[in-house]
T-cell receptor, first 114, second 109 residues
Framework: DGGITQSPKYLFRKEGQNVTLSCEQN?????MYWYRQDPGQGLRLIYY???????QKGDIAEGYSVSREKKESFPLTVTSAQKNPTAFYLC?????????????FGSGTRLTVV | GIQVEQSPPDLILQEGANSTLRCNFS?????LQWFHQNPWGQLINLFY???GTKQNGRLSATTVATERYSLLYISSSQTTDSGVYFC???????????FGQGTRLTINP
């Protein structure tokens, strides 16, 4: 079955560390997205990519970095510059373009700073 | 930027009840979608509904694009319907899907 796989489910980060969250999809979607969700809140866009080797900043990109070397993969790195990284991170994919159709989401990664 | 307002913010019902959730947009949108987030955090796409009405079992949705709102109907609620319901849309010409703050639905047995 096609879908999006995020790993790990839970991640603990020490102060000053960089950590990378994995997102892989086998839906043959061109577009991929990273969202952040804080408790009791909606989703905010971190980065998105419409095509391989290209990506754009979303609304809250500071302290994060991404790469898109393969169509199937869109990893997110939470750097030490992100001052409040504890949150739930969700990856999604869709067909590219303005009429992108429905988004498909992964099951998320819960990141905690210790 | 675009504002997405969902109402009510919280809704508590008994099993078997019907409910209507509303989503208002501050600007014209396309790609309007409804999602259900279960207690484990998984977001499930319920409807992709830029306009018109769609039905899927006990759930249905209607979008009136000219009036900038969408409604999600849940009939004969079950405890498994509990969770947070989000609507989201894109402004014309934009690439970003913007989410509302969600409606938290609790269905008691």
């Amino acid at each position: 079955d096609g879908g999006i796989t995020q790993s790990p489910k839970y991640l603990f980060r020490k102060e000053g560390q960089n950590v990378t969250l994995s997102c892989e999809q086998n839906l043959n979607h061109d577009a991929m997205y990273w969202y952040r969700q804080d408790p009791g809140q909606g989703l905010r866009l971190i980065y998105y990519s419409q095509i391989v080797n290209d990506f754009q900043k979303g609304d809250i990109a500071e302290g994060y970095s991404v790469s898109r070397e393969k169509k199937e993969s869109f990893p997110l790195t939470v750097t030490s510059a992100q001052k409040n990284p504890t949150a739930f991170y969700l990856c999604a994919s869709s067909i590219a373009g303005r009429d992108s159709g429905g988004y498909t989401f992964g099951s998320g990664t819960r990141l905690t700073v210790v | 930027g675009i504002q997405v307002e969902q109402s009510p913010p919280d809704l508590i019902l008994q099993e078997g009840a019907n409910s209507t959730l509303r989503c208002n947009f501050s600007d014209s949108v396309n790609n309007l979608q409804w999602f259900h987030q279960n207690p484990w955090g998984q977001l499930i796409n319920l409807f992709y509904i830029p306009s018109g009405t769609k039905q899927n079992g006990r759930l249905s949705a209607t979008t009136v694009a000219t009036e900038r709102y969408s409604l999600l109907y849940i009939s004969s609620s079950q405890t498994t319907d509990s969770g947070v319901y989000f609507c989201a849309g894109k402004i014309q010409g934009a690439q970003k899907l913007v989410f509302g703050q969600g409606t938290r639905l609790t269905i008691n047995p």
